[in-house]
């Protein structure tokens, strides 16, 4: 059966912006999320993002890192993380927009 999401997170209203990832359990530093985005010229900045993509949130100080694999981007815990806590990595694919 096809899941959106590894069992492990769940989406939730972000104190970061608008919606979030969160943790459904405790997590240990190393863990691999799964593929974030997948090369595609077609779409907008280069890449599709998937379920798990599309809703981690942007931090200065995060507890993940989406890094390249092969035409992919993958998300990993770079620290151990709590449970209900929210998955951040730094955005490096585009630009941040500034709150006004």
């Known amino acids: 059966m ?7 997170l769940t989406i939730k209203q972000s104190k970061i912006h608008g919606l979030g ?9 190393n863990h691999e999320f799964g593929i974030t985005h997948i090369e595609n010229e077609v779409f907008q900045d280069g890449y599709i993002r998937t379920p798990l993509g599309g809703f981690f949130n942007h931090s200065n100080s995060p507890n993940c890192e989406a890094y390249m694999y092969k035409n992919f981007i993958k998300l990993k815990a770079i ?3 709590k449970k209900d806590i929210e998955i951040t990595a730094k955005y490096w694919l585009y630009p941040i927009e500034k709150k006004s």
Do not use: A, N
């Not at 096809?2 to 492990?8: E, I, M, T």
């Not at 990832?21 to 405790?26: A, D, S, V």
């Open 2 to 8: 096809y899941k959106p999401l590894p069992s492990v």
């Open 21 to 29: 990832l969160f943790t459904t359990c405790f997590i240990e530093k």
């Open 79 to 81: 620290k151990d993380i």
